[in-house]
Protein backbone atom coordinates (compact mmCIF):
# COMPACT_ATOMS: atom_id res chain seq x y z
CA UNK A 1 0.00 0.00 0.00
CA UNK A 2 1.44 3.26 -1.24
CA UNK A 3 2.16 6.32 1.50
CA UNK A 4 -0.32 9.23 1.26
CA UNK A 5 2.86 11.19 0.57
CA UNK A 6 4.17 8.99 -2.04
CA UNK A 7 1.60 10.29 -4.83
CA UNK A 8 1.84 13.91 -4.03
CA UNK A 9 -0.30 14.52 -1.18
CA UNK A 10 1.65 15.87 1.12
CA UNK A 11 1.41 19.40 2.63
CA UNK A 12 5.00 20.51 1.85
CA UNK A 13 4.16 19.65 -2.00
CA UNK A 14 3.46 22.62 -4.02
CA UNK A 15 0.64 21.67 -5.47
CA UNK A 16 -1.44 20.43 -2.20
CA UNK A 17 -0.42 23.64 -0.91
CA UNK A 18 -2.36 26.11 -4.32
CA UNK A 19 -5.55 23.09 -3.55
CA UNK A 20 -5.79 24.25 0.25
CA UNK A 21 -5.04 27.52 -0.27
CA UNK A 22 -8.47 27.18 -3.42
CA UNK A 23 -9.97 25.31 -1.43
CA UNK A 24 -10.01 28.00 1.61
CA UNK A 25 -10.65 31.03 -0.65
CA UNK A 26 -13.54 29.17 -2.27
CA UNK A 27 -14.77 28.27 1.38
CA UNK A 28 -14.40 32.15 2.21
CA UNK A 29 -15.96 33.07 -0.04
CA UNK A 30 -19.25 30.92 0.34
CA UNK A 31 -19.41 31.87 4.10
CA UNK A 32 -19.34 35.73 3.33
CA UNK A 33 -21.23 35.69 0.54
CA UNK A 34 -23.88 33.91 3.69
CA UNK A 35 -23.31 35.86 5.83
CA UNK A 36 -24.37 39.11 3.45
CA UNK A 37 -27.29 37.42 2.00
CA UNK A 38 -28.45 37.02 6.02
CA UNK A 39 -27.58 40.86 6.93
CA UNK A 40 -29.09 41.82 3.81
CA UNK A 41 -32.36 40.24 4.61
CA UNK A 42 -32.35 40.91 7.96
CA UNK A 43 -31.81 44.77 7.26
CA UNK A 44 -34.84 44.43 4.68
CA UNK A 45 -37.23 42.63 7.31
CA UNK A 46 -36.10 45.27 9.59
CA UNK A 47 -37.45 48.24 7.53
CA UNK A 48 -40.69 47.31 8.03
CA UNK A 49 -43.83 50.17 7.71
CA UNK A 50 -43.08 52.04 11.12
CA UNK A 51 -39.76 52.76 10.15
CA UNK A 52 -41.18 54.62 6.91
CA UNK A 53 -44.49 55.98 9.13
CA UNK A 54 -43.43 55.88 13.11
CA UNK A 55 -46.25 58.17 14.23
CA UNK A 56 -49.63 57.15 14.59
CA UNK A 57 -52.10 59.39 15.52
CA UNK A 58 -56.32 57.54 16.02
CA UNK A 59 -59.00 57.95 17.58
CA UNK A 60 -59.66 55.07 20.24
CA UNK A 61 -63.19 53.85 21.33
CA UNK A 62 -63.06 52.06 24.57
CA UNK A 63 -60.02 49.95 25.19
CA UNK A 64 -57.83 51.66 27.54
CA UNK A 65 -59.45 55.29 27.44
CA UNK A 66 -62.54 53.73 28.15
CA UNK A 67 -64.92 56.07 26.29
CA UNK A 68 -63.59 57.64 23.38
CA UNK A 69 -59.38 59.09 23.42
CA UNK A 70 -57.39 61.31 20.91
CA UNK A 71 -53.97 58.54 20.59
CA UNK A 72 -50.92 59.34 19.69
CA UNK A 73 -47.67 56.67 19.13
CA UNK A 74 -44.46 57.06 18.55
CA UNK A 75 -42.87 53.55 16.87
CA UNK A 76 -39.21 53.82 18.08
CA UNK A 77 -38.63 50.56 16.26
CA UNK A 78 -40.49 48.55 13.88
CA UNK A 79 -41.69 46.62 16.57
CA UNK A 80 -41.59 48.80 19.84
CA UNK A 81 -43.88 52.13 20.52
CA UNK A 82 -44.51 54.63 23.44
CA UNK A 83 -48.08 55.94 22.99
CA UNK A 84 -50.61 58.10 25.47
CA UNK A 85 -54.12 59.74 24.70
CA UNK A 86 -56.38 62.17 26.44
CA UNK A 87 -59.94 62.48 26.71
CA UNK A 88 -62.42 64.80 28.86
CA UNK A 89 -65.90 64.51 29.77
CA UNK A 90 -68.69 65.89 32.00
CA UNK A 91 -70.31 63.94 34.55
CA UNK A 92 -73.16 64.51 36.65
CA UNK A 93 -70.62 64.90 39.17
CA UNK A 94 -68.19 67.13 37.36
CA UNK A 95 -65.62 66.42 35.01
CA UNK A 96 -63.09 64.00 34.48
CA UNK A 97 -59.64 63.72 32.26
CA UNK A 98 -58.54 60.16 31.12
CA UNK A 99 -54.64 59.55 30.21
CA UNK A 100 -53.50 56.35 28.98
CA UNK A 101 -50.05 56.22 28.73
CA UNK A 102 -48.15 52.77 27.72
CA UNK A 103 -45.75 50.61 25.54
CA UNK A 104 -46.60 48.96 22.36
CA UNK A 105 -44.80 45.56 21.01
CA UNK A 106 -45.97 44.34 17.66
CA UNK A 107 -44.79 41.08 16.53
CA UNK A 108 -45.29 42.22 12.59
CA UNK A 109 -45.49 44.41 10.00
CA UNK A 110 -48.33 45.09 8.11
CA UNK A 111 -50.63 42.65 9.65
CA UNK A 112 -49.41 41.29 13.59
CA UNK A 113 -49.91 40.42 17.05
CA UNK A 114 -50.56 43.72 19.42
CA UNK A 115 -49.15 43.44 23.40
CA UNK A 116 -49.65 46.69 25.50
CA UNK A 117 -48.72 47.66 29.14
CA UNK A 118 -49.73 50.42 30.96
CA UNK A 119 -50.92 52.84 33.01
CA UNK A 120 -54.58 55.27 32.44
CA UNK A 121 -54.99 58.05 35.09
CA UNK A 122 -58.72 59.20 36.47
CA UNK A 123 -58.68 62.19 37.45
CA UNK A 124 -61.18 64.95 38.68
CA UNK A 125 -64.75 65.26 40.09
CA UNK A 126 -66.45 61.91 38.79
CA UNK A 127 -66.55 58.65 38.13
CA UNK A 128 -66.11 56.46 34.91
CA UNK A 129 -67.26 52.77 35.04
CA UNK A 130 -66.90 52.94 38.77
CA UNK A 131 -63.82 54.02 38.86
CA UNK A 132 -63.00 57.17 40.24
CA UNK A 133 -59.89 59.43 40.67
CA UNK A 134 -56.91 56.49 40.66
CA UNK A 135 -54.90 54.81 38.39
CA UNK A 136 -55.17 51.97 36.45
CA UNK A 137 -53.01 49.37 35.43
CA UNK A 138 -53.66 47.80 32.24
CA UNK A 139 -52.40 45.52 29.46
CA UNK A 140 -54.07 44.60 25.95
CA UNK A 141 -53.96 42.24 23.69
CA UNK A 142 -55.12 42.66 19.73
CA UNK A 143 -54.46 42.45 16.02
CA UNK A 144 -52.84 45.76 14.17
CA UNK A 145 -53.09 46.54 10.54
CA UNK A 146 -51.22 48.79 9.26
CA UNK A 147 -50.83 49.58 5.63
CA UNK A 148 -48.25 51.30 3.82
CA UNK A 149 -50.27 54.13 2.69
CA UNK A 150 -50.30 54.96 6.73
CA UNK A 151 -54.06 53.52 7.30
CA UNK A 152 -54.04 51.51 10.23
CA UNK A 153 -56.96 49.74 13.09
CA UNK A 154 -56.17 47.83 16.29
CA UNK A 155 -59.45 45.72 17.65
CA UNK A 156 -57.91 44.84 20.89
CA UNK A 157 -59.12 43.93 24.60
CA UNK A 158 -57.85 45.52 27.57
CA UNK A 159 -57.38 44.21 31.03
CA UNK A 160 -57.36 46.75 33.82
CA UNK A 161 -56.87 47.31 37.42
CA UNK A 162 -57.43 49.95 40.17
CA UNK A 163 -54.06 50.76 42.05
CA UNK A 164 -55.77 52.15 45.11
CA UNK A 165 -55.76 50.13 48.19
CA UNK A 166 -59.19 47.80 49.21
CA UNK A 167 -59.64 47.98 45.62
CA UNK A 168 -60.59 44.47 44.06
CA UNK A 169 -62.60 45.39 41.13
CA UNK A 170 -61.48 45.24 37.35
CA UNK A 171 -62.38 45.62 34.15
CA UNK A 172 -61.68 44.02 30.46
CA UNK A 173 -62.78 46.20 28.14
CA UNK A 174 -62.83 46.37 24.37
CA UNK A 175 -61.84 48.85 22.24
CA UNK A 176 -60.98 49.69 18.52
CA UNK A 177 -58.23 52.32 17.50
CA UNK A 178 -58.80 53.75 13.58
CA UNK A 179 -56.46 56.22 12.58
CA UNK A 180 -53.78 57.06 10.42
CA UNK A 181 -49.47 57.25 10.54
CA UNK A 182 -46.67 59.61 8.98
Not at 114 to 132: A, K, N, R
Request: proline fraction near 4%; aromatic fraction near 10%; hydrophobic fraction near 40%.
Amino acid sequence: MAEPHSIGIHPSNPTFTRLAIGRAAVTGTKVLALAMSLLISCTVAAAGVRNDRPNLVGGELGGRGLLLTLNYERFVTNHFGLGGGFMAIGTSDGTIAVMPLYVSVLTGDVHSLYLSMGTTFLGGGGSVQDFESTWLVQGSVGYHYQSTGGFFVRPFFTYMVPTESGSDGFLIWPGLTIGGSF
